[in-house]
């Protein structure tokens, strides 16, 4: 467990820094619950708090606007609440100062996280399918004098240090033989950069859903490159060690809710796409683009492949300079029949 200072710390120096900036809901304190289960293995899946603190980003989650959770968890008397953050990296930062349990981010926060002293276990993963990357780019304004991705060379781009965009940046460049040093990285939150975008103030900017489908409403932006193809994992649940260590039989409903709802949202998009437009307050027009690029491809569990391409992606950064230590992503993980017991067979590939 580390200090809430020294996270920062490290964080800011070694890394680039999270931003200290970070949005929160309320808090509760952990209630003291024991209610059992038993898998097929004989693995008790306990819980011991009556308060469940879920993390989310700004960009929307339709894991909290479905209420699954709340639904799932009040016969046993478990109170959900939600905290937003505005991207993966302070999400990360709330966890390590205890601010939440659970949270939903990319590939790339839980690894500056873990570098950064953070007890962090992972819990699930997203499957990827050939569409998945197409609602992340690297993009320009309309009049920038940059023609083509090879030309960014040089240039300021603007993205959120320690996110996705951190990895999808570094293949992108390494794909057409530039490292992340040809570039002047600007770090700033997506939703902090958008207006000065949108006025052609910023020249390279990294934005995803529903900020990108915003700009090409505008028509602000002309990309330069999606993601697609950049072999990236994709994104995970995470957890506090304490937490998933004391609540496992909570992160198995999480799994499975989390498994059920992806069926659901994949079967039912004209529905997600009415919730998205009433909590995220979007146009309909700009609902749609979003819906056209987004893929509900399901849960991944912690198999071996799945841990061996996260190590691949911390290795990576190691190895660019990305990061000062070399990390091993086994020490972010709870035991491998744990997993089992919490996981559905179907999604262990």
């Not at 809430?4 to 952990?30: D, E, H, K, P």
């Not at 002293?117 to 940059?146: K, N």
């Not at 909570?250 to 989390?258: G, Q, V």
Request: glycine share 8%; net charge positive.
């Amino acid at each position: 467990m580390i200090k809430r200072r020294r996270f920062l710390n490290v964080a800011t120096s070694s890394l680039g820094g999270f931003s200290m900036a970070y949005l929160l809901g309320s808090c509760s304190q952990q209630g003291q619950q024991n209610v059992a289960s038993t898998s097929g293995n004989s693995i008790s899946l306990g819980i011991k708090t009556k308060v469940l603190r879920m993390g989310y980003q700004s960009a929307g989650d339709l894991f909290r606007n479905r209420q699954v959770l709340e639904k799932r968890l009040e016969p046993l008397g478990i109170k959900v609440e939600w905290a937003q953050f505005v991207q993966g990296p302070q999400l990360m930062e709330g966890m390590a100062a205890k601010r939440v349990d659970v949270g939903s981010v990319g590939e790339t926060p839980p690894i500056f996280a873990q570098v950064a002293g953070s007890d962090l276990v992972y819990v699930v993963g997203t499957q990827r399918t050939a569409r998945t990357g197409t609602s992340s780019v690297i993009a320009v304004p309309p009049e920038s004098p940059l023609q083509k991705f090879e030309d960014i060379k040089g240039q300021e781009v603007y993205f959120q240090k320690g996110s996705a965009s951190h990895y999808f940046i570094l293949r992108a460049l390494q794909s057409i033989g530039l490292t992340i040093k040809d570039i002047k990285i600007k770090s700033m939150a997506t939703i902090e950069a958008r207006g000065a975008f949108l006025e052609g103030r910023i020249p390279v900017w990294m934005t995803g859903d529903p900020h990108y489908a915003i700009a090409q409403k505008m028509g602000r932006i002309r990309v330069l490159r999606d993601s697609v193809g950049l072999d990236s994992p994709g994104g995970y649940y995470i957890a506090d060690r304490k937490f998933a260590e004391e609540n496992p039989g909570l992160l198995k409903i999480i799994i499975e809710e989390l498994h059920a709802l992806d069926k659901w949202a994949e079967a039912n998009r004209n529905e997600v796409k009415k919730l998205m437009i009433a909590t995220q307050k979007l146009d309909e027009d700009v609902a749609d683009k979003v819906m056209s690029r987004r893929t509900f491809a399901g849960r991944r569990g912690l198999s071996p492949e799945l841990i061996a391409e996260q190590q691949r992606v911390a290795d990576l950064f190691f190895k660019e300079g990305v990061i000062p230590k070399k990390i091993n992503i086994q020490d972010a993980l709870l035991p491998p029949d744990l997993y089992a017991a919490i996981t559905p067979p179907e999604i262990m590939v």
